[in-house]
């Protein structure tokens, strides 16, 4: 069984770098085949996929959210992390980390394992 753990701040002041990591129990980040992907749900609002990085270490963005995100990943930890920058309180949402099967990232039903979600407010 695949767990997934998200971690990091709940509150983001405005302007900084809000990170946050997913730790990985009971598979590795490695295993052929699938991606790990972080997913927010703003209040009152659909999920939007953000990005993912893909068992071999390819990182891939969403076109909205590119200039502002970066991922990275420690195979050793079996971790992967989120990095958004220059946040605003539209930031504010539920996030998620999630495994996806090869690349269909923004189909939901693609997803087999996730997170609990961790709530992060952007506010001064």
């Known amino acids: 069984q695949v767990q997934l753990q998200e971690s990091g701040p709940g509150l983001v002041k405005p302007s900084q770098t809000l990170s946050l990591t997913c730790t990985v129990s009971?598979?590795?980040?490695?295993?052929?085949?699938?991606?790990w992907s972080w997913i927010r749900q703003p209040p009152g609002k659909g999920r939007e996929w953000m990005g993912a990085?893909?068992?071999?270490?390819?990182?891939y963005y969403s076109p909205i959210l590119k200039s502002r995100t970066s991922m990275t990943r420690d195979t050793i930890k079996n971790q992967f992390s989120l990095h958004l920058s220059s946040v605003t309180p539209k930031d504010t949402a539920v996030y998620y980390c999630?495994?996806?099967?090869?690349?269909?990232?923004?189909?939901?039903?693609?997803?087999?394992?996730w997170g609990q979600g961790t709530q992060v407010t952007v506010s001064a």
């Open positions: 990085i893909s068992y071999d270490g390819d990182a």
């Open positions: 009971g598979g590795s980040i490695t295993t052929s085949g699938y991606a």
């Open positions: 999630a495994r996806v099967s090869g690349d269909f990232y923004t189909d939901w039903d693609e997803y087999d394992y």
